[in-house]
């Protein structure tokens, strides 16, 4: 806190602020009654597209007159060239099967096969008054002109995927006509040659675009290369002062304990003020957030801008904001005006902040950097994520969805990889709401820009190493990207380029330019795999990986990368998901059926279970369909990642300050390297690092079999209760033990080793529960052998029937209370929601649990949350359950 009272705190909870503060609310309500500006209209359907070479008429007609729209395309924007042609049944769907290969490629075709034309008309209502109208484009890749009502409306052409842009419609737009505006889009130039390498052959990099359109190790190649009006097109309005580019920022000192009463924080507000008018303008700028508000009056000549700085705001006892599994992630709105002489709102800006604050420091122990959020050290575990859609189908719902997987799975970091995009803000939105930190990327990789010797590269390594070729161009869009991102409570860090920096000229000017002037609170490092973020142990080598199945005793006793950057494994889909991606010929040539990997499996990008001399899916034994080996893929899948958390858990700070998988979803029907599954259906892998990332949890090392308990909680825990049971594969309990466990905050516990029984049939089982004033907090299940590379007993086990009844509640959430009614376990059981009436599974939809076990007798509830924009109210529903020794079953759900 700075001891020499400069900073002033402001409208405090006391009576004599309270009457000020009643008078300035009552003021501002007055004002918003006469606002008549502030309108924003989406530009959303219909959309028409048609091939710029089929199209007689230029820009300036086009937008002058009707088209037929009998001769266009109903169009898809927010969209792409080839998701607009897949909406029109022009062409198959690139995620089924290998009918991806059958689209025209843009480097065989050339650029104009996928130049088009985007048409729409809106109205602008006469009621409306606005002295100004803006049409506000977020996201066009690539390059592009704009027309509306015969005119053109960019001076200069539109280039670069990652700059917003706005121009001023007042004297174009018509009030109470049809509008009519045309866009005519460019793709990328040059597009690059998918030739099967990582990027293709490099060249896509010369623009700044997202590069794994031209193909990688984990998808093909998009063949229009993404071109489009990819993100919002809006219309809005304003009075003659328009306010740009708040900037938010945070103070919290000192270290902080969840849920505690908190000493003040400190919010530092600024905005810039721009008057479009030809005349000097003044008036008030004011906020509010929370009960707290100020105002500045404001005087800006013509044609000019202003800078707007708040007075620092004190707030007491703030509600911080915190990483999921460490505290809740509150937020606060703000809302920003200017009020034009008095009378008239004529812009606002409204937003959503969380009061935290981000240290880091590199750690002498580990080697690896510690960040710490409003004082308490954070073990980084999370995701490296590369969009929501491969063909840039986005959505707040999907956003929504895929960021609360990563919640439910228990991480508390995402990091958006080099060779896509930057995300839109609805994405960072989600991850405000469930305290999802976000490590950001710039558009760099290693493998595009020249860290290697390729021979699948088009150019030199010291040609690529200049990538882009319009080097201002970057900058630009790094400047508009961190403007539009850095308010976002969980953004965390910027990123200069996976696993490679940006050019030299890109990097000076990032580091000791730009971000100390945009971004002056978040750190930037040049790439992924940086010195300053994690020491590399390993000379010689980036400091990443591996990506392969792994011996799951290797992440205990094999250091790592202290703080990984990418680690990943398979992460196949369910047999239910592979259904939809495999045609059903090439479906039952399952790995290991045949000598050869299955075309479409391997065009899919389908890895092994198998490292060294052992095959993780064979030692279940060998399966005889497409159904059972996904099965056991699961198993697998399950056993790899939740290890992989585990090791990472057992050295926290002394090997390890956190690791991001590599990666956590999939924005393409990919076979690799993921814990959901395209349509949304969490695989083994996930429920595998969902229990390994509890974060209070008792775990075991599959290698030497001890037992630790981990806390990644802010809190110290007393007097925990630490239950511990084994038995042998027929389900006998051989042995239980209770114990007494207290723990530090962010620490771990060893505690002792687990024996199999002394008359063990070649597997046995260890349960671990964990209990604070009795209330189970979590629980593990694992299967153990004398011979680790054999689980073949295990097809010995009797078959055995499990319970199921239902519950539905009030708030739409479904409860299947199971039971083993049977004298064996009941191994991995997995439960799926379904529509009765067409069967087709209810996607997405949240379990507490799955892949679980149930020892003889034992009874466990599952809830099943299907989000209220995904089910119908009332709908037909039934579950299924499936499991290792038990017969798959249904059962309807209770209306």
Request: neutral net charge.
């Amino acid at each position: 806190m700075d001891s020499s009272h400069s900073k002033m705190i402001l409208m405090k909870k006391t009576k004599s602020y309270n009457i000020h503060q009643s008078i300035l609310f009552l003021i501002m309500s007055i004002f918003i009654a006469f606002a008549a500006t502030g309108q924003e209209n989406h530009l959303k359907d219909p959309w028409y597209a048609k091939k710029a070479g089929d199209v007689a008429r230029d820009g300036y007609q086009l937008s002058r007159s009707s088209i037929d729209q009998q001769e266009w395309l109903e169009a898809v924007v927010p969209g792409t060239v080839l998701t607009t042609l897949l909406h029109n049944d022009k062409v198959p769907d690139p995620f089924y099967a290998m009918k991806n290969d059958s689209i025209p490629d843009i480097y065989n075709t050339g650029v104009d096969y996928y130049t088009y034309w985007f048409y729409t008309t809106f109205e602008m209502p006469e009621s409306i008054n606005y002295a100004n109208a803006w049409l506000n484009l977020r996201g066009i890749n690539y390059s592009a002109e704009v027309y509306l009502n015969g005119k053109k409306v960019n001076k200069d052409t539109i280039k670069g995927m990652f700059l917003r842009h706005r121009f001023n419609i007042t004297n174009y737009i018509h009030s109470g006509e049809k509008n009519r505006l045309a866009i005519l889009v460019h793709p990328p130039n040059p597009p690059g040659k998918a030739n099967g390498g990582q990027g293709g052959d490099g060249v896509i990099a010369k623009n700044v675009t997202m590069q794994f359109t031209a193909g990688w190790d984990w998808i093909k190649p998009i063949r229009d290369r993404n071109t489009g009006i990819w993100d919002k097109i809006s219309v809005t309005t304003s009075g003659p002062v328009t306010l740009e580019d708040p900037y938010i920022t945070t103070d919290v000192p000192g270290k902080r304990t969840p849920g505690n009463e908190q000493e003040p924080a400190y919010v530092n507000i600024s905005v810039q003020a721009q008057n479009h008018g030809e005349k000097a303008l003044s008036g008030y700028c004011n906020y509010k957030i929370g009960d707290y508000s100020d105002r500045i009056a404001v005087q800006i000549p013509a044609e000019s801008k202003k800078q707007i700085e708040f007075k620092t705001l004190e707030i007491q006892n703030p509600n911080l904001w915190w990483p999921n599994g460490m505290g809740k992630a509150n937020l606060y709105p703000v809302e920003i005006q200017f009020i034009k002489e008095g009378k008239h709102i004529s812009d606002s800006k409204n937003l959503k902040i969380g009061i935290r604050d981000i240290t880091t420091n590199m750690d002498t122990t580990s080697g690896g950097r510690i960040f710490r959020v409003n004082g308490q050290k954070l073990f980084v575990r999370g995701g490296n994520w590369i969009a929501s859609d491969a063909l840039l189908r986005l959505s707040a719902e999907r956003y929504e969805h895929e960021v609360r997987m990563h919640a439910e799975a228990n991480l508390n970091t995402i990091r958006i990889w080099g060779g896509s995009i930057t995300e839109r803000p609805e994405f960072y939105e989600a991850c405000d709401r469930h305290g999802i930190l976000v490590w950001q990327d710039l558009w760099i990789t290693g493998d595009c820009n020249g860290r290697w010797r390729d021979p699948k590269k088009k150019e030199s390594r010291k040609q690529r190493r200049q990538y882009p070729d319009d080097h201002q161009l970057f900058l630009k869009s790094a400047r508009d990207q961190i403007k539009m991102l850095r308010n976002h409570p969980s953004l965390c860090v910027w990123i200069g380029g996976n696993e490679f920096p940006p050019p030299h000229d890109i990097n000076d000017s990032l580091k000791n330019k730009i971000f100390p002037a945009l971004d002056r609170k978040r750190e930037y490092f040049e790439l992924s795999t940086s010195e300053n973020l994690s020491q590399n142990i390993y000379p010689g080598t980036v400091g990443d990986g591996p990506y392969g199945y792994q011996d799951p005793e290797m992440f205990f006793n094999k250091r790592q990368y202290p703080l990984n950057s990418e680690i990943g494994s398979v992460g196949m889909p369910v047999y239910e998901s592979l259904k939809k991606i495999l045609s059903p010929e090439h479906l039952e040539n399952f790995p290991g059926k045949t000598d050869e990997l299955d075309r479409e499996w391997r065009y899919h990008c389908y890895i092994g279970y198998r490292t060294g001399r052992f095959d993780y899916i064979d030692i279940y034994g060998n399966p005889e369909t497409a159904k059972a080996f996904c099965e056991q893929a699961q198993i697998a899948s399950y056993l790899q990642y939740r290890s992989l958390i585990e090791g990472m858990n057992a050295q926290m700070w002394d090997w390890y300050t956190g690791v991001l998988i590599w990666k956590t979803q999939n924005p393409w029907s990919s076979l690799r390297g993921q814990l959901y599954d395209h349509s949304l259906a969490q695989n083994g892998a996930f429920y595998g690092v969902k229990k390994a990332a509890q974060p209070l949890n008792a775990q075991l090392n599959v290698g030497d079999r001890s037992i630790k308990v981990v806390n990644t909680t802010a809190r110290a825990k007393e007097n925990l209760t630490l239950e511990t049971s084994i038995y042998d594969r027929f389900g006998k309990q051989h042995e239980k033990t209770v114990r007494r466990v207290s723990i530090p905050s962010m620490d771990t516990k060893r505690l002792f080793k687990v024996y199999p029984p002394s008359d063990t049939t070649k597997v046995f089982f260890v349960k671990l529960r964990l209990l604070e004033n009795n209330m189970e907090i979590s629980e593990n299940f694992y299967w153990l052998s004398d011979n680790r590379y054999n689980f073949r007993y295990l097809n010995q086990l009797k078959d055995v029937q499990v319970s199921m009844d239902d519950e539905r509640l009030n708030d739409g959430t479904i409860k299947i209370k199971l039971k083993n009614e049977g004298n064996t376990p009941a191994l991995w059981n997995h439960l799926q929601i379904y529509d009765s009436k067409s069967n087709e599974r209810i996607l997405p939809a949240f379990y507490s649990d799955n892949y679980f076990s149930l020892l003889p007798g034992e009874s466990k509830t599952v809830t099943i949350d299907v989000p209220k924009g995904v089910r119908k109210e009332a709908a037909d529903m039934s579950v299924e359950l499936s499991g290792y020794n038990s017969e798959t079953r249904k059962i309807q759900i209770m209306q």
